[in-house]
């Protein structure tokens, strides 16, 4: 997604100008990914989409893509972190068909802890390894931070589910968990874009394999990738967006 590849050019910016981005300098980069994205979603557009459900939805980056693209769907967004969650209602305050809840999702219900990155993405309810903090330096410095979670499943009395439906899910290594505690929901979708994870970045996070043999044994296909997030080091796959559809 559009946050995943801002999270790899920071590094790339701070390699060459030893230095964070200026704000017009990360303007530019998001611009020119916008432009990127937009060339790359004509198949996505097509299906004409009636349901978005936004899992991780941080601020609204991939939120506010979809709405550019489907801006009649009804868009349902999940966020745990109440900075986030704030700044996520404020960008859509004048959108009628959206709704936000501040929770987490998994398979489970109550309150757990969430490692809260300096770098809000980054953010997981597993523990950041060093893989990733040596990759992405100026994510490592966490706290912990009380949120809510909830089973997806439990909230579909919640949702108008119209069909064609898409599920996005980017909650740094719980997606399992969600998928496990969403399954009657997700087995209405008809597009779910996934992070997956090549390499481990979170302890005890599933890798491509695991999230690749649940979607199939659901019923889904792998279409490949949205797109990738590559380590600033030397170049390897450390994540992508994988993207499954309805066989």
């Known amino acids: 997604m559009i946050k995943k590849i801002i999270h790899y050019l920071l590094s790339l910016f701070k390699l060459q100008l030893h230095r964070m981005p200026t704000a017009e300098e990360l303007n530019q980069i998001v611009n020119q990914i916008a432009e990127s994205e937009r060339r790359k979603t004509l198949w996505l557009r097509n299906m004409e989409i009636e349901t978005i459900l936004d899992v991780g939805a941080n601020t609204g980056q991939f939120a506010k893509f979809m709405h550019e693209l489907f801006p009649r769907a009804t868009l349902y967004s999940f966020e745990p972190l109440q900075d986030c969650y704030e700044e996520l209602l404020d960008q859509f305050k004048d959108v009628p068909e959206f709704q936000a809840f501040n929770v987490a999702l998994g398979d489970e ?98 890798l491509f394999d695991d999230i690749y043999k649940t979607m199939a ?29 309805r066989a």
């Open 109 to 206: 219900t109550g309150t757990v802890e969430m490692h809260r990155s300096e770098y809000s993405p980054s953010s997981s309810l597993l523990c950041m390894n060093e893989l990733h903090k040596t990759s992405f330096p100026y994510s490592k410095q966490e706290s912990l931070q009380k949120v809510d979670i909830v089973c997806l499943d439990d909230m579909a009395n919640r949702l108008k589910l119209r069909k064609p439906m898409l599920v996005k899910l980017d909650v740094q290594g719980y997606e399992d968990k969600v998928i496990s505690g969403g399954k009657n929901v997700i087995n209405q979708a008809d597009i779910v874009i996934t992070e997956l994870s090549v390499e481990q970045l979170y302890d005890g996070q599933p």
């Open 217 to 245: 044994s659901m019923g889904f296909q792998y279409r490949g990738n949205y797109d990738q997030l590559c380590s600033p080091d030397d170049g390897r796959v450390l994540q992508v967006d994988g993207i499954f559809s």
